[in-house]
């Protein structure tokens, strides 16, 4: 094994990376339109910065908090049009760590559920595991509420598999958010291909 394959991502203790410490408001790319970001036709907002430094990172640029972009009421109003489109089923959020862009992705997702209520569905991907979430802060976990479908956990290079549903290696799992919170347990997402 080279030492890239050894290594291993960063794991924080709860409430050690914070989005209020962390978080420039940067987003390194917005995508509208696109196919691959969950399930249907969606728009998709890559927040920049992520301390996970995951080896074998497909976006290690966007683990720059300062990559790209500043995010702002022009794109928001932009991003917030094109998800009314109706062939567009929904927003996903990516990065970069959304959870330690909770201002921009908080601003967004509330906009979203106050226009279009629940008729578009929201996914995010994130390198904190469902447990991790639990024991984090209080804008975390209100951002987590407002989420449909959570892909989570760390890429581990190790566990690397492309031909998985939605994930890049087989320790991520897909998560069904309202479901786990109405029930208190954490439930995967039905639509998963074994």
């Not at 409430?15 to 420039?24: H, I, M, V, Y």
């Not at 897909?174 to 995967?188: C, E």
Request: with cysteine.
């Amino acid at each position: 094994m080279d030492n890239e394959s050894e290594r291993r991502p960063r794991t924080p203790n709860p409430k050690t990376w914070l989005a209020e410490r962390l978080s420039q408001h940067y987003i390194a790319s917005y995508k509208p339109f696109n196919f691959v970001d969950g399930e249907g036709v969606r728009c998709s907002l890559y927040v920049s910065g992520c301390p996970f430094d995951c080896p074998g990172c497909y976006n290690k640029a966007a683990q720059n908090f300062r990559y790209g972009q500043p995010y702002t009421q022009e794109l928001e109003d932009q991003i917030i049009k094109d998800i009314g489109e109706p062939y567009v089923q929904g927003l996903t959020l990516l990065g970069g760590e959304p959870f330690l862009n909770t201002g921009v992705c908080l601003s967004l997702v509330n906009r979203l559920r106050r226009e279009y209520r629940h008729t578009k569905d929201i996914w995010s991907w994130t390198g904190y595991t469902w447990e991790e979430l639990q024991q984090d802060s209080e804008d975390k976990r209100e951002l987590l509420s407002q989420i449909d479908i959570l892909v989570d956990g760390r890429f581990e290079l190790n566990q690397k598999d492309l031909t998985l549903q939605f994930r890049g290696s087989a320790n991520q799992r897909i998560i069904d958010v309202q479901k786990s919170l109405a029930s208190g347990t954490l439930v995967i997402w039905e639509r998963l291909v074994k």
